[in-house]
Nanobody, 125 residues
Framework: EVQLQASGGGLVQAGGSLRVSCTASGFIFDDYAIGWFRQAPGKEREAISC????????YYSDSVKGRFTISSDTAKNTVYLQMNSLKPEDTAIYYCAADRKWVYCAGFQYGMDYWGNGTQVTVSS
């Protein structure tokens, strides 16, 4: 059974940093694209980052590029999203998701088969 568990959210001041984690189980980690999405109140879900661990391919949306870094630890089946220079507009519930069909993360924005729980990130001004 594929399972994804997100953790690490919290409250941080603008300009600060936070790292969220996504621990996966039930599938071969390297064969899947692992993505991070976020959804703020009243807004559509946004695909912000993805990693394809078998070759290291990564993707960042324009809204987080240069501030967020995605990485993976295949030994721990965990993907991390390091978030720096946080802004109040980064406030959202952050979700991780996985899908085998999005090789090199190409197309992951169109949806993922497996979703984890969300973790709340709140950035105060």
């Amino acid at each position: 059974e594929v399972q994804l568990q997100a953790s690490g959210g919290g409250l941080v001041q603008a300009g600060g940093s936070l790292r969220v984690s996504c621990t996966a189980s039930g599938f071969i980690f390297d064969d899947y694209a692992i993505g991070w999405f976020r959804q703020a109140p009243g807004k559509e879900r946004e695909a912000i980052s993805c990693i394809y661990s078998s070759d290291g391919s990564t993707y960042y949306s324009d809204s987080v590029k240069g501030r967020f870094t995605i990485s993976s630890d295949t030994a721990k089946n965990t993907v991390y999203l390091q978030m720096n220079s946080l802004k109040p507009e980064d406030t959202a519930i952050y979700y991780c998701a996985a899908d085998r069909k999005w090789v090199y993360c190409a197309g992951f924005q169109y949806g993922m088969d497996y979703w984890g729980n969300g973790t709340q990130v709140t950035v105060s001004s």
